[in-house]
């Protein structure tokens, strides 16, 4: 079997290495990856780690892209691609543009599609923006789904896809952790190594298109005002590259000692900062999932959200963007010991760190049919 792995951003390429590396290790199948540099530092960041070699790189980032330019690209990108490789299937992973522009190419050519973390809903269309659409959009043109879980699999089975093609199988998110995090891990960034982390150490991630302008300014305002308030915490900021949050950073915490402005980090150093900060502030999607596998709460930045089996499972909260909610949502996890530890020591819903495993042996089953 033949078997074509397309990504184009960090999130993606953390997920599908578990899956690539798994894939490898069997004898039945050809295994092929294209990235298309939807993001690109990041990205590159990610193969370095797992010592991922694409076969094809399209190579499409450019300054201020926009979602018609990385579909565009990366639609005519493929085409070459999957004419000469012919693939037996192509698989993408979560919601970015770079998944439904890819699943529409391989459905253009009658290529068989596999999704994998099938199943998520926000339930709006516009929130998350565009990954709402674009899971959606992908599922259905996708002949096999793989559902992180039980909630996601009921998603895809309401909204009429037939159950023998969709596979139970949690987060490959979840084992690509195995890989990275260690007691002994030595970052490059000497404020992460100097920072005492048995104080209150918070990460902050905020990044998402339908946070910019006033909710992101209301959510640096809250942060600001429990800073100025509480000598003993500690804010870690790894901004992201988009101009539109590197600017409000810089307008809300240039002033502040105690709120640390660095650069992104790869996925090597976030992992093990994750695995010693107290709690995560974030409007991060894989963020959700990979917290609570190292017994760290998350306050969900955002008014929806499509990993909602965290927010059952008490291993986090949606405080949404006004100020005063993220405010006092920050202040509770701080004062509260009970509230704090009945976040850390929930159970992780997105599974046991083998869903690579049980992927590929689904792909290993359809080589018989």
Same mark, same amino acid.
């Given at each position: 079997?033949?078997?074509? *792995?397309?990504? %184009?951003?960090?999130?993606?390429?953390?997920?599908?290495?578990?899956?690539?590396?798994?894939?490898?290790?069997?004898?039945?199948?050809?295994?092929?990856?294209?990235?298309?540099?939807?993001?690109?530092?990041?990205?590159?960041?990610?193969?370095?780690?797992? #010592?991922?070699?694409?076969?094809?790189?399209?190579?499409? *980032?450019?300054?201020?892209?926009?979602?018609?330019?990385?579909?565009?690209?990366?639609?005519?990108?493929?085409?070459?691609?999957? #004419?000469?490789?012919?693939?037996? $299937?192509?698989?993408?992973?979560?919601?970015?543009?770079?998944?439904?522009?890819?699943?529409?190419?391989?459905?253009?050519? /009658?290529?068989?599609?596999?999704?994998?973390?099938?199943?998520?809903? &926000?339930?709006?269309?516009?929130?998350?923006?565009?990954?709402?659409?674009?899971?959606?959009?992908?599922?259905?043109? &996708?002949?096999?789904?793989?559902?992180?879980?039980?909630?996601?699999?009921?998603?895809?089975?309401?909204?009429?896809?037939?159950?023998?093609?969709?596979?139970?199988?949690?987060?490959?998110?979840?084992?690509?952790?195995?890989? &990275?995090?260690?007691?002994?891990?030595?970052? #490059?960034?000497?404020?992460?190594?100097?920072?005492?982390?048995?104080?209150?150490?918070?990460?902050?991630?905020?990044? +998402?298109?339908?946070?910019?302008?006033?909710?992101?300014?209301?959510? *640096? /305002?809250?942060?600001?005002?429990?800073?100025?308030?509480?000598?003993?915490?500690?804010?870690? *900021?790894?901004?992201?590259?988009?101009?539109?949050?590197?600017?409000?950073?810089?307008?809300?915490?240039?002033?502040?000692? +105690?709120?640390?402005?660095?650069?992104?980090?790869?996925?090597?150093?976030?992992?093990?900062?994750?695995?010693?900060?107290?709690?995560?502030?974030?409007?991060?999607?894989?963020?959700?999932?990979?917290?609570?596998?190292?017994?760290?709460?998350?306050?969900?930045? +955002?008014?929806?959200?499509?990993?909602?089996?965290?927010?059952?499972?008490?291993?986090?909260?949606?405080? %949404?963007?006004?100020?005063?909610?993220?405010?006092? &949502?920050?202040?509770?996890?701080?004062?509260?010991?009970?509230?704090? #530890?009945?976040?850390?020591?929930?159970?992780?819903?997105?599974?046991?760190?083998?869903?690579?495993?049980?992927?590929?042996?689904?792909?290993?089953?359809? $080589?018989?049919?």
């Amino acid at each position: 079997m033949k078997v074509l *792995f397309v990504f %184009g951003t960090r999130p993606e390429g953390i997920k599908m290495a578990p899956i690539i590396k798994e894939i490898q290790k069997r004898n039945k199948f050809e295994c092929y990856t294209c990235v298309t540099g939807q993001h690109r530092e990041m990205l590159d960041q990610v193969l370095e780690i797992f #010592d991922i070699e694409p076969d094809y790189d399209l190579n499409i *980032f450019k300054k201020g892209q926009s979602l018609t330019d990385v579909t565009t690209k990366t639609l005519e990108g493929l085409e070459n691609i999957l #004419d000469e490789l012919k693939p037996d $299937i192509l698989l993408v992973q979560g919601d970015t543009t770079t998944v439904f522009a890819a699943a529409l190419a391989a459905f253009y050519k /009658k290529i068989k599609i596999g999704h994998v973390e099938a199943g998520l809903r &926000s339930g709006n269309l516009y929130s998350p923006y565009p990954e709402e659409a674009n899971r959606k959009l992908t599922g259905v043109i &996708s002949h096999y789904h793989f559902a992180p879980t039980e909630s996601n699999r009921q998603n895809l089975i309401e909204e009429g896809y037939d159950e023998k093609n969709i596979f139970i199988t949690g987060n490959t998110v979840i084992d690509a952790l195995k890989y &990275s995090v260690r007691e002994d891990f030595v970052f #490059d960034d000497e404020i992460l190594n100097d920072l005492d982390y048995n104080k209150d150490v918070v990460l902050l991630t905020a990044h +998402r298109r339908e946070n910019w302008g006033k909710p992101m300014e209301d959510i *640096f /305002k809250a942060i600001r005002r429990v800073v100025l308030e509480r000598e003993n915490l500690e804010i870690v *900021f790894p901004r992201h590259l988009n101009p539109i949050v590197r600017d409000a950073a810089e307008k809300y915490f240039a002033d502040l000692d +105690r709120v640390h402005l660095i650069e992104p980090l790869s996925y090597l150093p976030f992992s093990n900062l994750m695995a010693r900060v107290k709690f995560v502030v974030t409007d991060s999607g894989g963020v959700q999932e990979e917290a609570p596998a190292l017994g760290k709460p998350v306050l969900v930045l +955002r008014n929806e959200t499509e990993r909602m089996e965290g927010v059952e499972a008490k291993t986090a909260k949606l405080v %949404g963007t006004k100020e005063q909610d993220v405010y006092e &949502s920050i202040v509770s996890l701080l004062d509260d010991k009970d509230l704090y #530890d009945e976040m850390a020591k929930a159970v992780n819903p997105y599974g046991d760190g083998h869903a690579a495993e049980k992927i590929v042996d689904v792909l290993e089953e359809m $080589i018989w049919f």
